[in-house]
T-cell receptor, first 119, second 113 residues
Framework: EAGVVQSPRYKIIEKKQPVAFWCNPI?????LYWYRQNLGQGPELLIR????????DSQLPKDRFSAERLKGVDSTLKIQPAELGDSAVYLC?????????????????FGNGTRLTVT | QKEVEQDPGPLSVPEGAIVSLNCTYS??????FMWYRQYSRKGPELLMY????GNKEDGRFTAQVDKSSKYISLFIRDSQPSDSATYLC?????????????FGQGTTLQVKP
């Protein structure tokens, strides 16, 4: 089974420039997540999609961050303009959520992330 | 105060040692508890996944959840150099199906040959 695929692996940009990250989830997974991991910290959720719908974007800085998941498969996360504090690893994860099972909470499978450096 | 606290280490042990990794949490609503392993420049990899209190064993790994104390542990028996990584605890709420995991800071483990 192919895992979660992310690209690019590394990105270095100057502040105020735009940047975009791409994610292809595990086949059949209906739920997709973007997490941000700062150096020495655990990942923090930015946005969660169920199929095409963003169902939790409360932690997404909407003034500069945007995301989309067209056709409920691949997703892109964009930052415009980037700031120095955006330097981090951006992780994509996917899972299968089955709402007919009330207590089921599918574990997440992560990609290897995109390491962003803003100079 | 963070919802999930984890000692960042680093923790250095000799090969073959028993390793104990721990997290404490403050929100009693957490019901799902996970341990992820993260190698350098890789994404987190799910190791253990437990629901509510109790123990779960998988090979050399044992996860324990003590909800009364709001404390979870991961034990690694016969540790190997290949176990050298950062270990992240994570937890989520019951029946919400949100997949919103709250992670600890991660503990860096080094197993020396």
């Amino acid at each position: 089974e192919a895992g979660v695929v992310q690209s690019p692996r590394y990105k270095i940009i100057e502040k105020k420039q735009p940047v975009a990250f791409w994610c292809n989830p595990i086949s059949g997974h209906n739920t997709l997540y973007w997490y941000r991991q700062n150096l020495g910290q655990g990942p923090e959720l930015l946005i969660r999609y169920e199929n095409e719908e963003a169902v939790d974007d409360s932690q997404l800085p909407k003034d500069r961050f945007s995301a989309e998941r067209l056709k409920g498969v691949d997703s892109t996360l964009k930052i415009q303009p980037a700031e120095l504090g955006d330097s981090a690893v951006y992780l994509c994860a996917s899972s299968l959520v089955v709402r007919s099972v009330a207590s089921y909470n599918s574990p997440l499978h992560f990609g290897n992330g995109t390491r962003l450096t803003v100079t | 105060q963070k919802e999930v606290e984890q000692d960042p280490g680093p923790l250095s042990v000799p090969e073959g040692a028993i390793v104990s990794l721990n997290c404490t949490y403050s929100n009693s609503a957490f019901q799902y508890f996970m341990w992820y392993r993260q190698y350098s420049r890789k994404g987190p990899e799910l190791l253990m996944y437990t629901y509510s209190s109790g123990n779960k064993e998988d090979g050399r790994f044992t996860a324990q959840v003590d909800k009364s104390s709001k404390y979870i542990s991961l034990f690694i028996r016969d540790s190997q150099p290949s176990d050298s990584a950062t270990y992240l605890c994570a937890m989520s709420y019951a029946s919400s199906n949100t997949g919103k995991l709250i992670f600890g800071q991660g503990t860096t483990l080094q197993v020396k040959p």
